[in-house]
C-alpha cells in the first residue's frame, strides 16, 4: 500500500488530521490498534476551546455539535464557601464549548467512512520503519499477514502509550515530567447537571469538579489519593462525598443518581521534544499530556493537528518545507503555554499532602488575588478560552 501520510492511532488527533487532509486532498491511512467501539469506550473531558470548534468545521464535522453542544459563557470557581465566576465573555468576548470528547471522536469516525477514507482497525504489532528516510514505512500484522504502507511523511498520534514515540531512541528525545500524588475519581450519570456552568471547588478535603455532557448528563469528579481502589466508592460514598466539598446550598441543589461509568484518572504533566524527527510527527498524547484540570488535552491535540495539516499542505501545494521544518518549535511553543496553565490551575486547586502551612497559605493568596483582581481573571479567562493559534 502507499499513501502520502501514514497516521498512527485513530484518537481525536489522528482522525481530525485525518479528516483535515482529505478536505485538503491529501491522501492518508489511518492505522489503529484496537477496534472502532473500543476506542468510542474511552471517556473524555469535553470542553472545546473555539480554535478546536473551528477545526471541526473546518473538518466538516461541526453540524452536530452545533446542534447538541452547549455554549459556555464562564466558569464558577468555589473556595472557604465562596463561590466566583469567571465570565469568559466580559472578560475576552470569547466562550467555549462543552461537547463530550466521544461525541467528537464520533463525528469524525462517521465523517471518515462517509468519505471512504481508509482506517484500518485491530492492527497488530505495528511498527515504524525507516522513519529518518526519504521511504519511511510503516508495517502491522492481521490475521496472521504482514502488511506494509510506504509513505511521505508518519504522523504519531497514538496517544502516551503508543509505539511512535517510543520508536525514537533515548538520545534524540528529551522528556519533562511531573506525577501528581492524587487522582481524579470520576463518575458519569444521568441526572441534571447541579449548574449552568462548570464548579471548579477548593476545599480542605480536597478538590472537586461538577461538569456535565449535556443538560440531562453530568460528569462529577472528586481528587483522590494514589491508593483509592474503586470498589471502595459506591455511588453513594461518591455523591456525599461530592456534597462536602461544595458550598452548602450548591450541595442542596445537587441531583444525585445512579452512575453510568466510574473511574480513576491520575494526573501527570509530560511533555517530548522535539516533536519532529526526519519524517515522523508526533501530535497529541503522544507528544504531551496534561492533567485535567483546565480541559486543555484535546485542545492542544487540536492545535498540533492544525500546525501539521497546514505544513502538509504547504508541503504538497505550496512546495515549500517552511511549515514542516517550523512544525516542532511551533507546537512547543503553544504546548508549553498549555502546559504551564494546566499545571497551575492543579496547583491552586488541589489539597496537596506535602504543600505545607507556607504552601497552603500561598495557595489561599492565589484564589484571594483571582477572586479579586480584573486582571487574575482575565489571564485566567483568556488561557481557559484558548490562546491563539
Ligand atoms: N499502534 C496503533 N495505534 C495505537 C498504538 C499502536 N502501537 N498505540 C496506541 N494507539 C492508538 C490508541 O488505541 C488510541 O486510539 O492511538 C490512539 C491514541 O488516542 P488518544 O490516546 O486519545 O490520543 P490523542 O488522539 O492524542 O488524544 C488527544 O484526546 O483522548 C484524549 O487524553 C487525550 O485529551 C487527549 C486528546
Ligand atoms: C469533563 O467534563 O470531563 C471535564 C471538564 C473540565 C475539566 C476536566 C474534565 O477541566
Redesign the pocket.
Known sequence: MRTQVAI????????LLGQLLHRKGIDAII????SPD??LS?I??GVLEQGAVGLLEEAGVGARMHKEGLIHDGTELTFDGRRHRIDFKRLVGQTVMVYG?TEVTRDLMDARTACGAKTIYN?EN?TLVDYASDTPKVT?QQDGVTHEITCDFIAG????????RKSVPNSAISLFERVYPFGWLGILSDTPPVSDELIYANHQRGFALCSMRSLTRSRYYIQCGMDTQIEDWSDDRFWDELRLRLPPETAEQLVTGPSIEKSIAPLRSFVAEPMRFGNLFL????AH?VPPTGAK??N??AGDVHYLSTAFEEFYTGKSRAGIDGYSQKALTRVWLAERFSWWMTSILHNFPDNGDFGQRIQEAELDYLFSSNAAMTSLAENYVGLPY
Open positions: 498512527i492511532g485513530a484518537g481525536p488527533a489522528g482522525l492505522v489503529e490498534q484496537r473500543y476506542v474511552r473524555r473531558a470528547q492492527a505495528v502491522y498520534c497514538d496517544g502516551f502509550h503508543g509505539v511512535s501530535a497529541g498524547d503522544a499530556i488535552g484535546l492542544l491535540a
